[in-house]
């Protein structure tokens, strides 16, 4: 990633999806309210083995619909893959994601963007009208997106759905002393995450940042 960033642009149909991400987060906050997930950096770090191995079923998936193995989905592609997983989703809805997700604007999606995509996907959809879906593919992932969300919870101090830098100073005050996790790291890692430089991480820009905190290798 890096330098292509800098070009991402603010369409109007992007900065749309911004904010019903930003209003899906607040209404999952007011759903699991007073039940933090997390009580400290650590307790999200501990679990980066689980994430990397659930994100193998996530590599799989990519390979299996990435037919021409190209190394990104292509629309053709993305059709299949949502005419397979039955998502709930209006093809305009979907285009739209498409691009949102396709930062580097090479009109295909690479690893780390299905990530992203699934993740949206998995927010935003309707919930489900026949219980049969339950048991595609996506569901499975489901609960490992949650907890991601749960991640950016606990970053999201006021619970407005994007992280400014008062969240993350409030986080790390309350964060014991003793963490492995110094003031100015944390300050450059929200700096890394907030690529256009507007003083706020959105849910997009934090689900980027985490993939690379985690330290998925999407050239693999
Ligand atoms: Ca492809
Ligand atoms: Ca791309
Ligand atoms: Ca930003």
Redesign the pocket.
Known sequence: MGAALCCVGKPSKQKSLDWELEGKIVEMKRYRIGQTKFKSIDSIVMLFPMFKERLKILREMFEQYDEDSNGSIEPNELKKLVEHLQLHLPEEHIKNLFHYCDIDGSKGIQFNEFIVLLCLIHLLQEPPTSDNSSKTELAQLGETFDTIVEVFLFFDKNGDGKLNKKDMVKTLNETNPLERSPAHITRNRFKEM?????????FR?FLFGFIKWIGIDVDE
């Open positions: 907030d690529w256009d430089r507007n003083g706020q991480v959105t820009e």
